[in-house]
């Protein structure tokens, strides 16, 4: 004659913990990939700022004689981004009576898969 039982065996709960272990572990590794995507995305999304900030400031400049002396050259000092380098060369460029530079900022940091990179052409008023 079979007894009713009145709580879990002992197998039982080693299957239970089991699942719930795996659960936990699953959240855990969920969790720290989304942090990670998130922090890159953050450090990419900044260096496109400050390649767009550049590329900004060099197409306002009125003096297109002292581009070269004002924007040319590598900066790694950010307050709020350490480690982070931008790089700004300038190409000058005359064909067919026309003078213009070619203005390439690039941008590298921790974080930072592939240096983020844009050019932009400024023509001679």
């Not at 460029?93 to 690039?106: A, E, I, L, P």
């Amino acid at each position: 004659m079979k007894t009713p039982r009145d709580g879990f065996t002992l197998i039982e709960i080693m299957i239970a913990m089991s699942i719930l272990l795996v659960v936990m572990l699953t959240l855990m590794t969920m969790t720290g990939r989304t942090v990670h995507t998130t922090t890159l995305s953050e450090r990419e999304q900044a260096a496109l700022q400050l390649v767009t900030d550049r590329t900004d400031e060099v197409r306002t400049n009125p003096s297109y004689a002292n581009l070269d002396s004002l924007y040319a050259g590598t900066e790694s000092s950010f307050a709020t981004l350490a480690g982070f380098t931008r790089v700004t060369t300038i190409v000058r460029t005359t064909s067919g009576g026309h003078d213009y530079k070619k203005v390439t900022v690039t941008v590298t940091g921790p974080g930072v898969t592939t240096p983020v990179s844009r050019t932009v052409t400024v023509a001679a008023p």
